[in-house]
Structures are given as C-alpha cells and as structure tokens.
C-alpha cells in the first residue's frame, strides 16, 4: 500500500540555551490513507502522550529548544531503532509501525491492513527521518555552540498497563540506560530531584521499567558532553487517562513543578559542562 502525508514531521522552536527537549509521541495525527484502515478505537490514538508540550509551557521561559512529532506512533514510533529492532528483548513491546495498541488490541481493521514493508520504509522515509535529522541537527548545534548539550526526552503513559507492567507505575520514571546515556552521577541528582515530588504523592524511580528509549540510547553520549534522559510519567498525574484524555490543569499544576526542577536541574549540569568544555 502506497503511503503519503500532507503535515511535516515535526513543529520545532529554536531555544537560547544548550538544552533540547524531544516530544516524540505528542503527535496525534494520521493521514487518511492510514486513518481508512484503522479500528474505531485506534482512530481515537488512545496511546498518544497527550498534552505534554502544555505540561512543559516552561521550555521556551528557561531557553530549551523543542522538537514536537506531529504524526501518531500508530504511524511509525519515533522512539524506536530504524530497523524496528525490540528496545526490551523478552518483554511485550509495540513496533517501528505498531499494529496493536497497549491494550493488545489490533490497530487495523484486518491484518491485511497492517503497513508492508515498502510502506514500512516509506513511512519511515517521510516521518521518522526528518524528525531525527533535526534532533541530531539540534544536538549539534548546541554542542558546537556551548560545547555541551542536554537532551530531554519527554512521555507519558496510562497508570496502569498489565500488558507491560504490573501493578501501578511510579509516577516519575527516569531512564538513562542505565547510566550510559549521561554522565555519572546525573541521574542519581535527577532522582533526588523527582524524589521531592513525594510530599506532593507523586513516586519516582531511576532506571526502571523504562530505562530510555532508541532516542536516549542512541543520542545520550557523555564522552561527547551531550547528556540524555527521559522521562516517562504517569498520565494520571496531569490528565485524564480514559476518553476525552482531557488535560487537567489542577492536577497538573502539582507536577509541573516538580518536572521544571528536573528539567534545570539537566540545564544546570549541561551548562556548567559548557563552562568546562
């Protein structure tokens, strides 16, 4: 089946400082060659991490620069390998071009529906490389300009996900591949960050469930001074997680300072860095 989009890939705003955050899976839309083939329920893109760019408002206060995906993961997931390699070998995962939701229901009406390869390549072609091509641009920039750089990867996800997690997840999960994708000692000073988050009842843990994703893995290179994280939160912690997926400001106004902290906290490694390089 033939692909084609009419949106770019990605809304992007150029920051003052050496910090960039990545929103991969705020994007919502997907063209209607696609959208024909999809069941009522992924036409809803349940999986989506919903408002997240509100929730980060303060990116453009503090200098950050942004980088927004504007098509659905159901389209093809910008946080995974090109190749559509697994990023948890022996865990339930969900693909380069998904064809089940989290809740382990088909995305397509028949599976005769599901993206062939040459479709597979062309949406990887029109979506997933141009938004990689300005992430890395970005990165770059910032490098050459402070001599260090911060990558933020910004996601959200439903509370609860029997299919990839048991139980409650804790509400602010930082991943930084265990440690690889930033210099030591960072992701313990984020944790403590995300720790104070408790007198609020928000929980936090450090290389989790989710340790990072293909972006924190594949750009977080501290030898090069530039330091990646991401975090995963709890959509409950800002939002509705069922339908409408409202954002809810009273909520969300507990957590937001909590992510600010965080997100300076990497702001003020990564510029201090930029001194030393």
């Not at 705003?13 to 060659?33: E, K, M, R, W």
């Not at 093809?76 to 990023?87: E, I």
């Not at 609860?160 to 992701?187: H, I, Q, W, Y």
């Not at 469930?209 to 975090?231: C, F, M, W």
């Amino acid at each position: 089946m033939h692909f084609e989009t009419d949106r770019a890939a990605f809304e992007f705003h150029q920051g003052t400082a050496p910090l960039l955050i990545s929103f991969p899976h705020a994007g919502t839309y997907v063209p209607p060659v696609v959208a024909e083939r999809l069941t009522d329920e992924a036409r809803q893109v349940p999986d989506t991490d919903w408002h997240l760019p509100i929730l980060y408002a303060f990116a453009r206060e503090i200098g950050a620069s942004t980088l927004v995906a504007t098509h659905s993961r159901y389209v093809v997931d910008l946080n995974r390998p090109p190749d559509g390699a697994s990023l948890y070998p022996g865990q339930s995962v969900t693909g380069l071009c998904p064809v089940d939701t989290f809740d382990d229901t088909p995305v397509y009406r028949d599976a005769a529906l599901a993206p062939d390869d040459a479709e597979i390549e062309r949406r990887r072609e029109l979506v997933w490389q141009p938004y990689h091509d300005q992430l890395g641009a970005e990165l770059a920039r910032l490098r050459q300009q402070f001599g260090a750089a911060g990558l933020w990867d910004a996601h959200s996800i439903r509370s609860v996900l029997p299919r990839f997690f048991e139980g409650k997840l804790p509400d602010l999960n930082l991943g930084t591949n265990r440690g690889a994708s930033c210099a030591p000692g960072l992701g313990e000073q984020l944790l403590a960050q995300a720790g104070q988050a408790a007198a609020d009842g928000f929980t936090a843990v450090l290389n989790g469930r989710y340790t990072g994703g293909y972006i924190t893995r594949h750009y977080g290179q501290p030898g090069q001074n530039v330091h990646a994280v991401q975090l995963e939160m709890t959509q409950c912690s800002y939002m509705q997680e069922a339908l409408p997926f409202d954002y809810l400001p009273a909520v969300a106004a507990r957590i937001q300072p909590h992510v600010r902290r965080m997100v300076e906290t990497l702001l003020q490694f990564v510029q201090a860095g930029a001194l030393r390089a």
